[in-house]
């Protein structure tokens, strides 16, 4: 009598989530046929796009060599870029620890959590070009449209990751400062601070990062920083200078990512 053996895998592989090739290969033709119908609905003009090229190549000539002459002008852009950063990640933080408190569900009474965590879903839809537009009409061209922009992402976005960072602690602690009678800023400074602080210190430094390239998209809308710099140079067909201001840009977010890198690994 032979005994049948049975022949396992010798590597294992993840589960498809299709199921089965049959069901894969009709989502990948259900996407290439949506591709191919979003471009044809976009009414390429091919003959513009050819016509483009050559102005193109023109404008690329003329940004070489870059103009650093007027390194007065592009300094001052720069600070002013790096101030509107600074100033409105310090001024996000502050206004993102009450509305982190409010939107966590642990902490929270409902109507409250509800209120702020619609609040928060409100603030994410608007990009920072379109909040921007919005305040230089409040308050008109210049820094202090680029700050509460950017101040005020910064405290929705930096609200929602405490939110979600309280919401994730462990209710150990806290259960245990509440039992010794402890009033709620108690329970918040001994109990969820400590286990907030770090991940809340890396998400800061993050924003900082962000708020570096931020600030020279925002100025191109007229809310200051060097962003207004750039859209004035090209408005006036300033390539080199503005090649200049490129470089200078690339430089500083370059340097803001080593340095949130840097100072994320050293609180880890």
């Known amino acids: 009598m032979t005994t049948a053996v049975t022949s396992y895998p010798s ?3 993840a589960p498809s989530i299709f199921g089965s090739p049959g069901r894969r290969l009709a989502f990948w033709a259900l996407v290439a046929a949506y591709l191919v119908w979003s471009l044809s609905t976009l009414n390429v003009d ?35 870029s ?18 982190g408190i409010a939107a966590s569900a642990n902490l929270s009474p409902r109507p409250l959590y509800l209120l702020a965590r619609a609040f928060i879903v409100t603030g994410r839809t608007f990009h920072e070009v379109i909040i921007a537009i ?85 100025g191109i809308v007229g809310a200051g920083g060097i962003g207004q710099t750039l859209s004035a140079s090209f408005s006036r067909y300033d390539f080199d200078f503005a090649s200049a201001i490129l470089l200078t840009i690339a430089a500083m977010v370059a340097f803001g990512e080593w340095f949130s890198d840097w100072a994320r690994r050293r609180l880890r």
């Open 82 to 99: 790096v101030q509107i950063a600074i100033a409105a990640t310090i001024i996000g933080a502050v206004l993102s620890i009450p509305i």
């Open 46 to 80: 091919t003959a513009r796009i050819l016509a483009g090229l050559p102005r193109a190549w023109t404008i690329l000539e003329r940004m070489v060599p870059p103009d650093f002459s007027r390194w007065e002008l592009l300094l001052t852009g720069m600070v002013e």
């Open 11 to 13: 590597r294992w592989r």
């Open 134 to 218: 919005f305040f230089v009409k409040l308050f008109g061209f210049g820094p202090v449209a680029g700050l509460l922009t950017l101040a005020f992402s910064s405290a929705i976005f930096l609200g929602k990751m405490l939110a979600e960072d309280i919401e994730n602690m462990k209710p150990g602690p806290v259960e245990a400062i509440r039992a010794t009678g402890a009033s709620f800023g108690q329970t918040f400074f001994y109990a969820v601070v400590p286990q907030v602080l770090v991940k809340t210190l890396g998400v800061l430094i993050y924003r900082l990062d962000s708020n570096l390239r931020h600030s020279t998209v925002i």
